[in-house]
């Protein structure tokens, strides 16, 4: 399991948007809270699973729907957990693994932005 240190950007309107007003009424949590679960779901996708794209598995290693409450730090219960976020379409399942829908649209372009760039400047070292 790669493991990387990086920055990336978040919704400067994320307090706002319904998706995080939705999951806040859900889980019966405040909005801080919720947006302080949701960038430790999403640091995870970015920090330990880049390469999968939004999955949250390498190798034998996947992370599934009991994982949340701890990886989110939340007291809610897994199920409780999974069933809000997926009604915000924030997340999914395949083959008992967690995946972030769009990732590579949403969090993962950090990812893929410093992929591309280490790509650019090797071509232009070799150049």
């Known amino acids: 399991m790669a493991s990387r240190d990086v920055?990336?950007?978040?919704?400067s309107r994320i307090f706002q948007k319904f998706e995080i007003l939705h999951i806040a009424k859900a889980l019966g949590i405040s909005i801080n809270e919720t947006v302080g679960a949701m960038i430790r779901l999403w640091s995870l996708s970015l920090t330990d699973f880049p390469e999968g794209k939004g999955k949250l598995s390498s190798g034998e290693f996947g992370v599934s729907v009991s994982h949340l409450p701890s990886i989110m730090s939340l007291e809610?219960?897994?199920?409780d957990i999974f069933k809000a976020l997926e009604q915000c379409s924030w997340i999914d399942e395949a083959?008992?693994?967690i995946v972030i829908p769009e990732w590579d649209k949403k969090i993962g372009k950090t990812i893929l932005n410093l992929d591309g760039k280490k790509e650019y400047d090797k071509k232009r070292k070799n150049n």
């Open 76 to 79: 809610n219960s897994a199920e």
């Open 7 to 11: 920055w990336y950007q978040i919704d």
């Open 95 to 97: 083959n008992g693994v």
